[in-house]
T-cell receptor
Framework: AQSVSQHNHHVILSEAASLELGCNYS??????LFWYVQYPGQHLQLLLK??????LVKGIKGFEAEFIKSKFSFNLRKPSVQWSDTAEYFC?????????????FGRGTQLTVWP | DAGVIQSPRHEVTEMGQEVTLRCKPI?????LFWYRQTMMRGLELLIY????????DSGMPEDRFSAKMPNASFSTLKIQPSEPRDSAVYFC??????????????FGPGTRLTVT
């Protein structure tokens, strides 16, 4: 089974600061990678995903993530955060093996942005 | 499409009572997932179905939990008897069959369960 590690449990930033949230996974085979966001009191929504091609993926609201296969990493970035980015961010991995359809989620990183 | 629909949105019950959570997946989706979210354990997959058949229920905490999917448009998660430690937000999600080019799970709004 996969394991997904998110290095930071809680990140606090001021508006306009740059953001990078770390994510590492354990599986060595072909994977699909995701970042989901959960705004306060809401359900999880897809932020961006990687399937193939350009390892730099752009998502909604100015977010991007880079897949580095050699490091088993899929870090999320945003050059300038806004107060409205305050939310919990989840990294998730799907492997192409026997657990077809299943996502493995990290523990999540709570981002707080101060105005 | 209305998205994944869950009911109730909030449930408060007393210890020992039976609780039933309901989920309607997005039409045409043949995978359905039940998750539990707590502060202590994060987001945990409880069980998932493919074409109404349970594929992996290894995340179900114990025999007090059961899940069914009698048809493609409805699933239930039942806890009997409920205990305070079952208090959590329970999410249902659905998806189409994964392909090499795309895949996404769509989450419902969740049911916040409080067991007193």
């Amino acid at each position: 089974a996969q394991s997904v590690s998110q290095h930071n449990h809680h990140v606090i930033l001021s508006e306009a600061a740059s953001l990078e949230l770390g994510c590492n996974y354990s599986y060595g085979g072909t994977v699909n990678l995701f970042w989901y966001v959960q705004y306060p009191g809401q359900h999880l929504q897809l932020l961006l995903k990687y399937f193939s091609g350009d390892p730099l993926v752009k998502g909604i609201k100015g977010f991007e993530a880079e897949f580095i296969k050699s490091k088993f990493s899929f870090n999320l970035r945003k050059p300038s955060v806004q107060w409205s980015d305050t939310a919990e961010y989840f990294c998730a991995v799907a492997d192409r093996g026997s657990t077809l359809g299943r996502l493995y989620f990290g523990r999540g990183t709570q981002l707080t942005v101060w105005p | 499409d209305a998205g994944v629909i869950q009911s109730p949105r909030h449930e408060v019950t007393e210890m020992g009572q039976e609780v039933t959570l309901r989920c309607k997946p997005i039409s045409g989706h043949d995978y359905l997932f039940w998750y539990r979210q707590t502060m202590m354990r994060g987001l945990e997959l409880l069980i998932y179905f493919n074409n109404n058949v349970p594929i992996d229920d290894s995340g179900m905490p114990e025999d007090r939990f059961s899940a069914k999917m009698p048809n493609a448009s409805f699933s239930t998660l039942k806890i009997q008897p409920s205990e305070p430690r079952d208090s959590a937000v329970y999410f249902c999600a659905s998806s189409t069959r994964p392909s090499q080019s795309s895949y996404e799970q769509y989450f419902g709004p969740g049911t916040r369960l409080t067991v007193t």
